[in-house]
């Protein structure tokens, strides 16, 4: 059964930077799409970036030009390399398939705060 652990998670100034990590178990990771979820304080869980199998990316235009996706599939890791962060970027992180499974990660919680 497929299982996310999401790490890297803490709390950071505005403007400072945090790498979360997405281990995935199950030999399928690399052939599926996979992706980094937000839920902020009282808000609905959101997709901020995807990766397809091949490498491809997306993001949410909260977060262009500021997070990276990426995959290292030998290793069945994701990872999401976040860059001036802001308050609004506070939430758990989850990491799932793009689209998700059923089954979700506890996440990992970023505080963005000074």
């Known amino acids: 059964q497929v299982q996310f652990v999401e790490s890297g998670g803490g709390l950071v100034q505005p403007g400072g930077s945090l790498r979360l990590s997405c281990a995935v178990s199950?030999?399928?990771?690399?052939?599926?799409?996979m992706g980094w979820y937000r839920q902020a304080p009282g808000k609905q869980r959101e997709l901020v970036a995807g990766i397809t199998s091949g490498g491809s990316t997306n993001y949410a235009d909260s977060v262009k030009g500021r997070f990276t996706i990426s995959r290292e599939n030998a290793k069945n890791t994701m990872y999401l390399q976040m860059n001036s962060l802001k308050a609004e970027d506070t939430g758990v992180y989850f990491c799932?398939?793009?689209?998700?499974?059923?089954?979700w990660g506890q996440g990992t919680q970023v505080t963005v705060s000074s």
């Open positions: 799932n398939g793009n689209p998700p499974y059923t089954r």
């Open positions: 199950g030999s399928f990771f690399r052939i599926i799409a």
